[in-house]
């Protein structure tokens, strides 16, 4: 330890003097001891500048030399010794101050650069000026011994910087931390010292170009500029490290100083304060000091700053003695209580006064002791302890037990609305389920179907002996029931209470006046006397007749046993008697029908007072009356003497008319009474003293063995025991469970007793029981039971099984002895007297529900159903309770108690009487009216009405419930004012239309019947499919692209390697748009006319009239062409001579008209595209507003007619004056939806042209192209090629894929789903149809849409001889009920079939109804027909109807009425997809799916794949038709009247459409059209007769004529009008031009009305 | 005498110009926002049903007042978002009743069964603006076998009348676990509440 000691001595001797030759050039370390020594002391002094300034030069010498001896004393101290880490202080500063050093290092100017450390701390230099001196001095000194080491060690230098690095890694952090401290404590001399290092800075600046140093600097203040002084660390730090040096010295230090501060009491933190400053001067004495001696020691090694030592130990009994001085224990003895209170008090106890003090909370004593002593110390230590001189406190708030009862038994008195119940995790599939739109989806409802048995009262393998014996069974079930409830004897009884009480009344009332109120109450009983008398006289009577017949039915019984000679039941009757007491029965009956006797003379006196008193009344009117009379005679007779003029009025006044004289009334015959009464006695009751007889049957007679019986009896026994019976349980009309198979006994009772239990999800709608009787395997339905759904309240084990009566109307013959069912058979042997007996009997069953385990209901709430969220509340139904369900409202029920006078004795009413009982005495009071919401009323801001009269709300409203009219409103107003009332005209004019038919509209006011009606249907389907569409599946809320299968990706691998057709063009897919982002103006019709075939051409007119000319439909015949003069002149430009016609096509739509430039010739080539803008009703481009766009497009061709009306010839040679003329010639209608629905509509087109167009002829085709001819000649008319687009391609609406429900079974529904996906996966593009939806909404399978069906008579009897054109007759019927698409009535919605009755009702129907009807009657006719279900043009997918005869199929296209070849080009059928008859559905499977191109082989399952095969047979559908079809005449005056009305619209309205000419109508050529029209119609609109044109010709031969008959089927006014405006007739503007019309409406059976319209315009010739 | 009628005029014509303005100012509520997710549950894969429950005065003129969210697993983070859009229009004539959500948090598990996992209910914010809102949500407890059953088995207690959920019965009785919160931003928009003394 020596040698340690010595280095340490001599090393802080040596910084003592560095110290102070420094004046704090010193690293940090250093510094900050300094700096504390500072702050202890005066913080005052400022003399820095002076001495830095002088400093500087020597200081940095001296520095130097002094690191060069470090570095020595280092190097040997780490040699020497393993040292206690060195003191940081030494070594900390080297680095920064290295650094400029490293930089310059010859250079002079680093000594200079210096100073700004030492300049660091200018608060440091307190000391005294002499202190000062001497450091200077001592300085100097040192100055010169380290010049010269400077210069004798500069060698070493480069060793001393590695050095200083190493140590600057190792010693960083301590330097990092310190700085900043040191920095903050000379806070105050902050500004001071800035102002020093500014002039350092410029000083470095001026001599240095690097400014990289002082910037660097400069930052490093910045950023250490605010750091926050550490006061409290410091110090403590500061404490540590000299206590190290000189631990015993300042232990004995601070001890003193612990002494003293321990009197000072309860001031600790000024303790601390004080020891903290005494400490650091503690520490400051002894620097100095040992500075003092080793300053000038400049050769020091490591070893000099380097001390080691001993581990600190203070020894316990001075550190106790220490703690002792600084710490407090109080003491652990009770404090007396004379310290804790104020002097000369005396301790209070407050209980011994009586008041109440709490329990205080517990607390042990010692912790209590220690602590009073130790509050006692504190200053105001008394005031916490109480009067008492304990410490004061609050009662104990702790309570004893849990406030909050435990749970687990209160579970069962839990309020209802508080349980809860353990539901298992369900699968989200029956969670979605409908049975609860009512809160609580998660309950399983379980319904128990119970089907314990059957008794047959009546069954086609009755024998006559079982038809009498059920017969008997069942009286004598009468009779038991009777006898339970004994009505008679109640109702006697009653009666005799009435009597009694009546007499006991007379009796306490005798001699005196009654009271009114007791008359009253006579009155009354007497009413009710009467009436229980006839009550119990009905009774009685059925008794005794029940009685009589039961006998009487046990003697035939026995009288047929007898002649059968065997027996088949055991029933056998005996009768008791019950002897009687004679007398006493005697007396009884006496009494009774004296007593009646009695009440009926006063009833009939009472009766006689009456009336005699009403007689008294009227008697003494007509006396005064005569009275009056007489006196009136004598005035009169006075009067007339006198003044004969007014004689006559008066005596009219006042006679007035004459009363009849009143009669009396008879007496009433008292005699008779009694007679009658007791002939009824007789009649109905048991004779006094005849016993009493009591029928009792029983079942123990004797059955004869079959082998007794005769042979038919054993036959017919045979066969019962051969059937078995079972039953299935259907329920919401799915078969959901069926019983075993019983066999039938011979007694016709079956014992099933099965229960199902059913969980259900679905919401009960209907639960049937059907019976199935069998033989064998097959089984057949018996009968069907509909069992009520029961009550939420009838539930399993208190439910009654019920015995549900059924019967059947089948009919069943047997040739045994079974006496079959609904068949007439007779008792007797001569066979009179037959009966006709159903199958008949009754079901025991018994449906409730379910109990669950904890015998909870599983049954849903019975509120009302979908009302949202069910109160739990509400289930405490008091009366629920007792039994009687929705029996809700109390006080009716108690009213109509009262009123209908309930019986309180009958059994039958005790459940009542006990319940009204309840409810009176006030246990379960009803009030009047409760209220949900107390003081809604007042604090309402507004009253109902005034938010009902709301417009906004309600237009609001009703665009929310989707109501058609305001479903597309985007924007509604938000001021009141901004919306008028008309908004809601339309709607409230519908809403009242319901129920008014405007016949005005609709002409016919059958029509218009039909239209509400369908419009009804139309909004219940639209109102469900409304709900159907906020069904989403997860396809139509997630577009998910399909993943590529193996065989894709190989295929468009492969599709790579094809060579490259640059000549075989793909046409590409057109980009889809989705209709919201449209709005007006963005879609575009595009209509590209092509071509036109065989167009009728111009028929020359000959300016005579009786030149003939041919009929435009005559082909066969040559066409003979005298040439005009009128023709020649446009006829030069024809070279060939020919008659000429220039054609162009006009197509109108939506009232926008474009047209072609003309062709010219029969078979014109045009090639145009029309461009059409579209818009929307409403702007509402929704996919479901356009499909119910009932727009059509009309395409129609004219004739243009050039005539030359340049009057002058001499003007001919320079003018051109002509005036254009046209002649409608056709037209084809395509209706938008179809357009919209297919996207594109491509094909030729037969134009639709008038049977007759006058001034026009088909022309035929001649030689040059005879190879086309062929084919043509059969079709007959005019054709256009057409291709029809929107623009852009619009994404059709998705039909509803709603599930509809059905009454298929459910097998037949799998087989068609799977049919037709098969189908469409093979043959994607061809319809497949197996179900369909019928108008109610139930899927129902097809061919049972198929039946034979008769025509009307009428039809049938037009063409006796020829069946094909009975056919054509018949075909033209069905297409004269207008067609109306499905899609357009039930946008968006789907495809709805009605049967063909409803058809016919409606009279407007889709394709496919026009072909069901159409299918139906040839079949009737006895042909072979089928549906065929495909695509035609223009219609998209349409059904048409394919028949068989001759060996030829004809194919009808239903809508139109014509036929077409199977062979025929320019059938509009594209493709067959399947076809349909009553029993089977044949799908294409054929390569080909042209009509041409196929066979219609049904019968070949290579190319028809059939729906019932035999593995799955037809299961036999009935029809869901009606057997036969009733035609209602028409009226033909009606038709006459519909007639005239349409003449005269048509006549307005073409006037309307010539609105700057006048009109002028050829009445003459009127008349003769109309007789032509009729002629037009018997002729099927086809052949006309030549004759009437020729007479038109002659009698207008000085006219030209250009006109024709248009033929529509009757629907109403619109279509008519549409189809006149669209010929464009009225646009014929000559000037001298004169029009035609006339009209023609056809009645057909069943109000099918077939209208023409004959118009034409005339032109006189010139 | 003379007096009498035109007074009466006088106060009548007061009492129509008073309904006619009423009559054109009715209050209005806009509720509109989202359910946006839930956070806090056990498990993720929740959906919430939800629903609207106001008193008597209240009518709703357009918007679904009930509805679903879809099943959200959420692949990161404990948030399960629906952004489930709620809007509804209402007008009232009292403020009694004013609306409120009550919401039904369900947790759908592997096998696609669904069990309960959180009531909670909170008021619509009658203070116009947006408001983003924290549903604090709580489960039946059940008896200890229930929370055997539930561990194993999945399922839960479930209260049997959901109006509880809104109406304050004596819910101290029920035992019941504090679940997950969801968070709902509404935005209220009031019309013509203060013509009826209503400040907004």
Known sequence: ?1662 | MQQAPSLQLHTTRECLGLSHRTRTLMAELHIIGQIIGATGFPQNSLFCKWGVHTGGAWRLLAGLKEGQTQVDMPQTGDMAYWSHPIDLHYTTKGLQGWPKLHLQVWHQDSFGRCQLYGYGYIHVPSSPGQHRLQCATWRPLGSWQDQLAEMFVGGGPQLRSPDLIYSGADRYRLHTVGMGTVELELCVILRHFDRYGVES
Not at chain 1, 6 to 35: I, P, W
Not at chain 1, 1104 to 1123: D, I, M, Q, W, Y
Not at chain 1, 1372 to 1378: A, G, I, T
Not at chain 1, 1564 to 1590: D, N
Request: hydrophobic letters at 35%.
């Open chain 1, 1 to 1662: 330890m020596s040698s340690p000691s010595d280095v340490r001595e001599k090393m802080r001797k040596k910084r003592r003097e560095l110290q102070e030759s420094l004046g704090r050039v010193r690293d940090d370390k250093q510094a900050l001891v300094a700096s504390d020594w500072d702050l202890s002391q005066d913080n005052g002094h400022t003399a820095v500048e002076m001495l830095a300034g002088g400093q500087e030069d020597p200081g940095e010498t001296l520095r130097r030399s002094m690191m060069a001896k470090r570095m020595k004393k280092k190097k040997k101290l780490l040699k020497e010794m393993p040292v206690e880490s060195p003191p940081d202080e030494e070594v900390t500063a080297v680095p920064e101050q290295d650094r400029p050093h490293d930089d310059d290092d010859d250079d002079v100017q680093p000594v200079r650069d210096l100073p700004p450390r030492p300049a660091m701390r200018p608060g440091s230099s307190q000391s005294e000026t002499t202190m000062r001196q001497r450091m200077t001095e001592k300085l100097r000194a040192a100055k010169s011994k380290a010049a010269s080491l400077l210069e004798q060690e500069s060698i070493i230098e480069p060793a001393s910087r590695l050095q200083s690095l190493r140590d600057r890694e190792t010693l960083t952090r301590f330097d990092r931390d310190t700085d900043p401290d040191l920095r903050a404590d000379e806070d105050s001399s902050f500004t001071a010292r800035l102002k020093f290092r500014d002039v350092a800075r410029r000083a470095t600046t001026d001599k240095r170009t690097e400014a990289g140093l002082p910037t660097a600097e400069e930052a490093y203040n910045f950023f250490t500029f605010n750091f926050d002084p550490e006061p409290q660390q410091q110090p403590r730090r500061k404490k540590r490290r000299p206590g190290r040096r000189e631990a015993e010295e300042e232990g004995e230090g601070e001890a003193g100083e612990g002494d003293g501060e321990d009197e000072e009491e309860g001031e600790e933190e000024r303790e601390c304060e004080g020891e903290e400053e005494s400490e650091a001067r503690d520490e400051d004495a002894p620097l100095v000091r040992d500075e003092d001696e080793d300053l000038f020691l400049i050769d020091q090694s490591a070893q000099d700053f380097l001390e080691v030592r001993r581990a600190e130990y203070v020894d316990y009994s001075r550190r106790l003695q220490r703690e002792r001085d600084t710490l407090f224990v109080p003491s652990m003895r009770t404090v007396p209580a004379s310290s804790k209170l104020a002097e000369n008090v005396r301790p209070r106890y407050l209980e011994e006064e009586g008041l109440y003090v709490g329990e205080r909370p517990h607390v042990g004593l010692t912790n209590q002791n220690i602590l009073e002593n130790r509050i006692l110390k504190q200053g105001e230590g008394r005031k916490w302890f109480g009067d008492d001189g304990r410490i004061m406190a609050l009662p104990d708030p702790i309570k004893e037990s849990s406030s909050r009862p435990p749970l687990f038994h209160l579970e069962d008195e839990l309020d209802p609305a508080l349980q809860t119940a353990y539901r298992k995790a369900l699968k989200s599939k029956h969670v979605n389920l409908y049975i609860s739109g009512m809160g609580d989806p998660q309950s399983d409802y379980q319904l128990d179907v119970d089907v314990s048995g059957l008794i047959f009262s009546h069954h086609p393998l009755f024998s006559r002996e079982h038809v009498l014996a059920a017969r008997l069974a069942q009286l004598y079930d009468q009779h038991l029931t009777r006898q339970h409830k004994s009505l008679t004897r109640l109702l006697t009884d009653k009666l005799n209470g009435l009597r009694n009480t009546i007499h006991n009344m007379l009796e306490l009332h005798r001699g005196e006046a009654l009271s009114q109120v007791t008359q009253q109450r006579m009155a009354e009983y007497k009413q009710e006397v009467r009436h229980t008398r006839q009550l119990r006289d009905v009774e009685q009577d059925k008794d005794r007749a029940l009685l009589k017949s039961i006998i009487r039915v046990w003697k035939e019984l026995k009288a047929l046993r007898d002649f059968q000679r065997f027996t088949n039941t055991p029933f056998k009757l005996f009768v008791r008697r019950e002897k009687v007491e004679r007398e006493q029965d005697e007396q009884e009956c006496e009494d009774d029908i004296m007593a009646e006797v009695e009440e009926l003379q006063a009833e009939m006196e009472e009766d006689y007072q009456k009336k005699m008193s009403e007689y008294r009344r009227q008697h003494e009117e007509w006396k005064s009356w005569k009275r009056k009379q007489k006196v009136l005679k004598k005035k009169q007779k006075k009067k007339r003497q006198q003044e004969e003029e007014e004689e006559d009025e008066e005596s009219e006044e006042e006679l007035g008319e004459e009363p009849e004289k009143p009669d009396p009334p008879e007496k009433p015959d008292s005699g008779s009474l009694e007679e009658q009464v007791r002939e009824k006695a007789a009649r109905i009751r048991r004779k006094p003293g005849e016993p009493v007889l009591i029928p009792e049957l029983t079942v123990s007679g004797p059955v004869t063995p079959n082998e007794q019986c005769p042979r038919a009896e054993f036959a017919r026994r045979e066969d019962v025991s051969k059937r078995a019976l079972f039953i299935k349980v259907l329920y919401n009309d799915k078969e959901v469970s069926r019983t075993d198979s019983r066999a039938l006994n011979m007694d016709f009772r079956v014992h099933f007793g099965q229960i199902f239990n059913l969980k259900i999800v679905n919401w009960p709608e209907s639960i049937k029981l059907q019976v199935f009787e069998g033989v064998g395997s097959s089984s057949t339905l018996l009968v069907e039971v509909c069992v009520p759904v029961p009550e939420s309240s009838v539930l399993t084990g208190s439910a009654p099984s019920e015995e549900m009566e059924f019967s059947s109307n089948q009919r069943v013959t047997f040739n045994h002895e079974g006496v079959g069912s609904g068949v007439p058979f007779s008792f007797e042997a001569d066979g009179t007297s037959t009966q006709t007996l159903l199958t008949s009997g009754k079901l025991s069953c018994c449906v409730s529900w379910a109990v669950g385990e904890d015998d909870v209901p599983l049954a849903p709430p019975s509120s009302q159903p979908g009302g949202g969220m069910y109160s739990g509340l509400g289930q405490m139904d008091a009366i629920a309770c007792i039994g009687a369900s929705s029996l809700n409202d109390m006080k009716k029920l108690g009213k109509w108690a009262a009123e209908s006078r309930l019986d309180p004795n009958d059994p039958n009413n005790t459940s009542i009487m006990q319940l009204l009982s309840v409810v009176s005495g006030g246990d379960v009071a009803v009030p009047e009216y409760f209220r949900l919401e107390q003081l809604q009323e007042e604090f309402n801001f507004l009253t109902d009405e005034e938010l009902q009269r709301s417009r906004r709300f309600r237009l609001l409203r009703l665009r929310s419930q989707e109501v058609a009219e305001f479903r597309h409103f985007k924007c509604v107003p938000s001021m009141e004012r901004e919306i008028s009332q008309k908004v809601f005209q339309d709607y409230e004019k519908r809403l009242k239309d319901g129920e008014i038919i405007d016949t005005k509209e609709h002409i016919d006011s059958h029509r218009a019947l039909v239209a509400k009606y369908l419009q009804k249907v139309r909004e219940s389907v639209i109102n469900r499919s409304l709900i159907a569409k906020h069904h989403f599946m997860l396809s139509d809320v997630v577009s998910e692209d399909e993943v590529p299968s193996i065989g894709v990706l190989g295929w468009n691998l492969f599709k790579l390697a094809e060579p490259k057709r640059p000549l075989k063009p793909h046409r590409k897919e057109r980009k889809k748009v989705t209709a919201q982002n449209l709005s007006d103006g963005d879609i575009k019709l595009l209509v590209n006319i092509i071509r036109g075939y065989d167009i009728p051409v111009r028929r020359l007119h000959t300016s005579k009239p009786p030149v003939s000319a041919k009929s435009g439909r005559s082909f066969t015949e040559p066409f003979a062409a005298p040439v005009l003069s009128q023709i020649n002149q446009q006829g030069s430009e024809w070279p060939f001579g020919q008659p000429l016609i220039r054609p162009f096509v006009e197509v109108s739509f939506q009232r926008s008209v474009l047209q072609t430039s003309a062709a010219e010739g029969p078979n014109p080539c045009w090639n145009e595209e029309i461009v059409l803008p579209f818009s929307a009703p409403n702007g509402d481009y929704s996919s479901t507003s356009l499909q119910s766009v009932r727009d059509e497009v009309f395409i129609n061709i004219f004739d243009e007619l050039l005539s030359d009306v340049v009057e002058d010839e001499r003007e001919r040679e320079n003018t051109i004056h002509t005036r254009i003329a046209r002649h409608w010639l056709g037209s084809i209608k395509i209706p938008f939806s179809t357009i919209y629905l297919q996207s594109r509509i491509d094909g030729t087109f037969k134009v639709s042209t008038p049977p007759v167009l006058l001034g026009y002829s088909k022309e035929r085709s001649l030689g040059s192209e005879g190879g086309y001819d062929t084919i043509r000649s059969l079709s007959e008319g005019t054709f256009l090629s057409l291709f029809i687009t929107i623009e852009p391609q619009l994404v059709p609406g998705d039909t509803v894929r709603e599930k509809f429900d059905s009454q298929e079974v459910e097998r037949l529904l799998i087989a068609s789903e799977v049919f037709e996906k098969e189908a469409s996966r093979q043959f994607p593009d061809r319809p497949c149809l197996s179900t369909v939806i019928d108008i109610n909404g139930k899927t129902v399978f097809v061919t049972r849409f198929i039946r034979p069906l008769n025509p009307p008579q009428e039809l049938l009897d037009a063409f006796p001889n020829s069946p094909q054109e009975t056919a054509e007759l018949v075909a033209r019927y069905v297409s004269l009920v207008p067609s109306l698409p499905d899609s357009v009535s039930f946008a968006g919605v789907c495809d709805l079939w009605s049967t063909c009755d409803q058809f016919l009702t409606l009279l407007a129907g889709d394709e496919e109804e026009h072909a069901v009807l159409l299918c139906n009657y040839f079949l009737s006719m006895g042909r072979r027909a089928w549906l065929i279900i495909g695509s035609a043009i223009p219609e998209g997918p349409t059904a048409y109807v394919l028949t068989y005869e001759q060996n030829r199929y004809l194919i009808w296209n239903p809508s139109t009425g014509q036929h077409y070849g199977q062979y025929d080009i320019f059938c509009p059928l594209q493709t067959i997809g399947c076809l349909i008859n009553s029993d089977n559905v044949w799908f294409n499977i054929q390569p080909y799916a042209a009509p041409v191109r196929m066979s219609f082989d049904v019968s070949k399952p290579k190319l028809w794949k059939p729906f019932f095969s035999r593995s799955f047979p037809d299961p036999g559908l009935s029809s869901v038709q009606p057997e036969a079809l009733v035609y209602r005449r028409t009226d033909k005056a009606a038709a006459v009247e519909l007639q005239d009305r349409i003449e005269k619209v048509l006549r307005e309205k073409i006037m309307d459409w010539r609105p700057r000419h006048p009109t002028r109508w050829n009445r003459y050529c009127i008349s003769t059209l109309r007789q032509f029209l009729p002629k037009l119609e018997l002729s099927g609109g086809r052949e006309v007769a030549e004759e009437h044109r020729l007479e038109l010709q002659s009698l207008l031969g000085e006219y030209t004529i250009s006109g024709f008959p248009l033929h529509l089927p009757f629907s109403e006014i619109r279509p008519i009008i549409e189809a006149v405006h669209s010929t464009g007739v009225h646009k014929a503007e000559a000037p001298n031009v004169e029009f035609a019309l006339a009209v023609h409406v056809h009645p057909y059976p069943g109000n099918v009305l077939s209208v023409w319209v004959y118009i034409a315009s005339l032109l006189t010739a010139q």
